[in-house]
Nanobody, 118 residues
């Protein structure tokens, strides 16, 4: 059974940095497109943070460009979200989404909370 698990969320001060991890169990990320999304406290729709399509350029949400990147460690079967210069408006629950390309099935993790204090 495929499971996707996020970790690394924390309370940080504005201007600080944080690294989130997305780990897959029961599969490897080699055949997946993995993206990060976030959901704000008001319960809005999940917003794209970053995703890298197959054969395409990385797509960033407008509000995180230049501050966030999402490197992948194939040996650890992990995708990271490295966040810098955090702002209070980055406060949200962050979710990892893994799209299995051959089957077009989506998998979501349970999310990890990031809170940025001013």
């Amino acid at each position: 059974q495929v499971q996707v698990v996020e970790s690394g969320g924390d309370l940080v001060q504005a201007g600080g940095s944080l690294r989130l991890s997305c780990v897959a169990s029961g599969t490897v990320f080699e055949n997946y497109i993995v993206g990060w999304f976030r959901e704000f406290p008001q319960g809005s729709q999940r917003e794209l943070v970053v995703i890298t399509p197959r054969g395409g350029s990385t797509i960033y949400g407008d509000s995180v460009k230049g501050r966030f990147i999402s490197p992948r460690d194939r040996d650890r079967n992990t995708v990271y979200l490295e966040m810098g210069n955090l702002k209070p408006e980055d406060t949200a629950r962050y979710y990892c989404q893994a799209l299995h390309v051959p089957s077009s099935r989506f998998y979501w993790g349970q999310g990890t909370q990031v809170t940025v204090s001013s």
